[in-house]
């Protein structure tokens, strides 16, 4: 009961009906196919006498079943599944049945309590281990989603550059989402930008170099109709490790930036 009914009980009254409100068709249909087929398998193998060779390896026939539901489902559906393992395994090794059975009674119950301990404790730790996962990807998607929003919002972009491999990264951000990034040559970069406003730019750029500080520069970019250059604006956040910064270009200038770097 401690290794089966009080988890089952705990994780579904937590999480089981909140799960049952919120799950799609999808689903359900296959939470339905798990549990039918972890019934069907451990009956068969837990309530039918087998041979002593037989009985050792169909021992473990539920458990790519419990796999199954600790990969594709959650920890209630794992619960479920072993409660059920638990009480066939039990019920057949009492009826002297299944791969448990045994001359005495603490002898069945021993190789039970043993079985339920490895398959509750490993399957339960990788279903939690998944789910966290998936909440950590779900958590990092929205955030994404919500600093592509502000980004687009504000028509700005993101900017870093790896010093190492003398290669500038950028990607724009507009309102309708998303615009491919692209890496340039910080010398082609250096090439766009206004003849007056280039020996400012290296400046920057060796200044960033020599500190971990923070650093803002103005500087114009050369457009390849001829038209006026367009003022930018970037911001540097250069990592402690030195390697790799961020720059920011403000407000609509840096829909700007990629148009003139190409």
Known sequence: AALTLVPLIVIWY???????????????VE?????????????????????????????????????????????????????????????????????????????????????LIIAQSSLMLLA??????????????????????????AQMGTW?????????NYATVTASGNQPSDSVRLSDLLERIHPDDRN??????????ATTDSSEVEYRFVRRDGGAPRPVRVLDDRPPQGRIGLLRAIAAEVLACAQFVH
């Open 160 to 168: 870093s550059w790896d010093v190492e491999a003398d290669r500038v």
């Open 31 to 115: 939470t339905a196919i798990i549990i039918v087929a972890i019934c069907v398998t451990s009956f068969a193998v837990f309530e039918r006498s087998y041979s002593p060779e037989g009985s050792a390896s169909l021992m473990y026939a539920p458990l790519p079943i419990l796999m199954w539901a600790a990969v594709r489902r959650d920890v209630t559906t794992v619960s479920l599944c072993v409660a059920i393992v638990a009480f066939l395994a039990i019920d057949g090794a009492l009826k002297g049945f299944g791969p448990f059975a045994a001359s005495t009674t603490q002898d069945a119950a021993l190789a039970v309590q043993t079985f």
């Open 14 to 28: 937590r999480q089981g009906l909140q799960r049952l409100r919120t799950a799609n068709i999808a689903d359900f």
């Open 128 to 153: 939690a281990s998944l789910a966290e996962m998936r909440q950590t990807k779900s958590a990092l998607k929205a955030k994404k989603e919500s600093l592509d929003l502000a980004l687009g919002a």
């Open 200 to 209: 400012a730019v290296r400046d920057a750029i060796d200044k960033a170099l």
